[in-house]
């Protein structure tokens, strides 16, 4: 009797277990499910959005039928940005609101620029984002929007150059596509000025740099190892030395072995943070602009001043080795002000959307030096027409030969800007009328900072070749120069 007795007491208790141990459980998943999680933010924090923790595992294609007048944009159509926001196809109306000139079909005879590329085999470029021509076909028709593979999204895209660079080559020899005539694809090498290395090294370290169970060495070594090969292997490579080569290395980490072999190449870079100056140096070598993730604002919506409530923006990573370790002493220093907006940030839970509403309601944009010298974040800035607040001493920057930053940024050195109140008593003293030159200089060189396809006058890509070409001309004036007495002796010798 007893022991009957005692059976329900224990069925009860059974009961009440497991209904404890399913309340622990939901509020768990709960917990993961809700942006105050027990996660402190700091584990979350973007880096210069240079992190590879975000990458999207696949490519995700948008289905889309495009026009005639259908222009590839990052941004496009789109109400929001999220971490996995691909390219989609846009109307060339959205080029024209941003300034841009109308184009003609490129006259070959008027280009600046004569490259040869290279026909590398798709898994260098194309076929690392699952296009597959057909057979011995290395080129998608970029003529057809439909069959151009769309970049991987999320912080993939702020170092996709390389991509656009190559579209725009390609384009060049498309009667279908209308684009400027600065850079032009030619057939022989012996006609051109430039070899252009088509090889996407940002997307490989963004997606095949991590070892697998099967592989002992990943993707993205293997494909460095083949393209060595393969350019020391080059008649074009032996003549020059490689000097007249362009590779694309935007990500601070791509190409991290095949850099020191292929040194004495032209290099596209984000920066010299990474690299010996023997490598990598301002005499040969091009800085462009990452493409900015945050969504850009049209110039005719764009907020003035007394518009903008915020004095001074800045949300990512704030404990940051090497170089920018200011971070964290300008956060314990302007943290707490009443007008400053200086916090960690997030990809995740909206943070891009986030990140972009705040810059553009804030007067002052500040890029910190990071892990190296440059960030998207400028950008970014750039995009929201909120003025740029540079303190950096070791940045290079875009086109900055042609292009005067200090119209539309402020330069702080690293040491004035952590000593006390001198930040925010120098921002304080640009007025209005100071202020609204600089906003309305940055709505006029955004457009400098655009990646698109079809490449229009003044963008982006269209702004790199022509740092190609100055560079090019620099070299050639120096070895002019150096050559003046011993081709006048060799004048007199035939005589």
Request: aromatic share 12%; proline share 5%; charged share 25%.
């Amino acid at each position: 009797m007893a022991e009957k007795s005692m059976l329900p007491s224990r069925f009860f208790l059974c009961l009440i277990t497991v209904a404890m141990c399913l309340l622990i459980f939901s509020s768990t998943f709960l917990f993961r499910l809700n942006d105050n999680s027990f996660t402190p933010t700091f584990f979350e924090i973007v880096d210069d959005y240079n992190s590879t923790e975000y990458f999207i595992s696949e490519l995700r294609q948008l289905p889309h039928q495009p026009s005639e007048a259908d222009t590839i944009s990052p941004y496009s159509n789109q109400t929001e940005i999220s971490e996995e926001v691909v390219p989609q196809v846009t109307n060339v109306v959205r080029i024209d609101s941003l300034g841009y000139d109308k184009v003609k079909v490129c006259d070959p005879s008027h280009a600046i620029l004569k490259v040869y590329m290279y026909d590398l085999p798709p898994e260098f470029h194309f076929g690392l984002m699952g296009w597959k021509g057909g057979p011995n076909q290395v080129w998608p028709d970029v003529s057809n929007l439909s069959e151009i593979p769309r970049y991987p999204g999320g912080l993939n895209l702020q170092h996709s150059i390389a991509y656009w660079l190559t579209l725009d080559l390609l384009s060049s020899n498309s009667e279908e596509v209308s684009r400027p005539c600065t850079a032009f694809r030619v057939n022989n090498t012996k006609d051109a000025d430039i070899i252009f290395v088509p090889f996407l090294s940002s997307l490989t370290y963004n997606r095949y740099s991590k070892h697998t169970r099967k592989r002992k060495v990943s993707v993205d070594r293997i494909l460095q190892d083949k393209l060595v090969k393969f350019l020391k292997n080059r008649d074009e490579w032996k003549r020059s030395g490689g000097k007249d080569h362009l590779i694309v290395a935007h990500h601070p980490n791509s190409m991290k072995t095949a850099r020191k072999e292929l040194g004495s190449a032209r290099f596209i870079l984000a920066d010299f943070g990474r690299y010996p100056k023997k490598i990598a140096n301002l005499q040969k070598d091009v800085i462009a602009p990452y493409q900015h993730v945050i969504k850009t604002t049209p110039a005719n919506i764009s907020s003035p001043f007394e518009d903008r409530p915020i004095l001074v923006y800045f949300q990512g990573a704030i404990y940051r080795k090497d170089g920018g370790a200011i971070r964290q002493e300008l956060y314990y220093l302007l943290k707490d002000e009443k007008d400053v907006h200086f916090s960690f940030g997030s990809v995740r839970a909206n943070g891009v959307n986030q990140a972009g509403r705040g810059m553009a309601a804030s007067k002052f944009c500040l890029n910190i030096a990071g892990d190296t010298p440059s960030s998207n974040r400028l950008f970014d800035a750039i995009a929201t027409h909120c003025v740029p607040v540079i303190i950096s001493d070791d940045i290079e920057l875009p086109y900055e030969d042609v292009l005067d930053y200090s119209e539309f940024c402020v330069f702080v050195r690293a040491t004035d800007a952590v000593r006390k109140g001198y930040l925010l008593n120098l921002l304080r003293g640009i007025d209005q009328d100071k202020w609204s030159k600089m906003w309305n200089r940055l709505k006029d060189t955004e457009k400098h900072f655009e990646y698109q396809f079809p490449s229009r006058p003044g963008d982006a890509v269209d702004m790199i070749w022509g740092v190609v070409s100055r560079k090019l001309s620099a070299s050639y004036n120096e070895v002019y120069r150096k050559s003046r007495y011993s081709k006048t002796n060799l004048l007199l010798n035939t005589q």
